[in-house]
Nanobody, 125 residues
Framework: QLQASGGGLVQAGGSLRLPCAAS????????IGWFRQVRGKEREFVAA????????DYADSVKGRFAISRDNAKNTVYLQINTLKPEDTAVYYC????????????????????WGQGTQVTVSS
């Protein structure tokens, strides 16, 4: 199971760190992705990290501002969000695919099978 947290209301230009905590001893063998969704819109890819923390991918809209990392000893993946913009306002979700030790980072939400409860991020201008 995955659980995202750390959301809140922040002013534009501020920062947040969103942890995604996982239960299960096989956490370290799965890539983890972060997605976000605005009501009425499709869920969109934000970032992904490989199972071994070697590879990362980001949506163009967040490159240079967001950073994804993982601590397998703590079964947690982090999404550091800097220089927040009002358009970053969304519910943020973390997710994992069903295949272990995947080599290709996945950006399509339909390729992910396990989803955590989202956390709301609201950025005021």
């Amino acid at each position: 199971q995955l659980q995202a947290s750390g959301g809140g209301l922040v002013q534009a230009g501020g920062s947040l760190r969103l942890p995604c905590a996982a239960s299960g001893h096989t956490f370290s063998s799965y890539m983890i992705g972060w997605f976000r969704q605005v009501r009425g819109k499709e869920r969109e890819f934000v970032a992904a990290v490989s199972w071994n923390n070697f590879n990362r991918d980001y949506a163009d809209s967040v490159k240079g501002r967001f950073a994804i990392s993982r601590d397998n000893a703590k079964n947690t993946v982090y999404l550091q969000i800097n220089t927040l913009k009002p358009e970053d306002t969304a519910v943020y979700y973390c997710a994992a695919p069903s295949n272990q030790y995947g080599l290709k980072l996945l950006t399509n939400p339909y390729e992910y099978d396990s989803w955590g409860q989202g956390t709301q991020v609201t950025v005021s201008s």
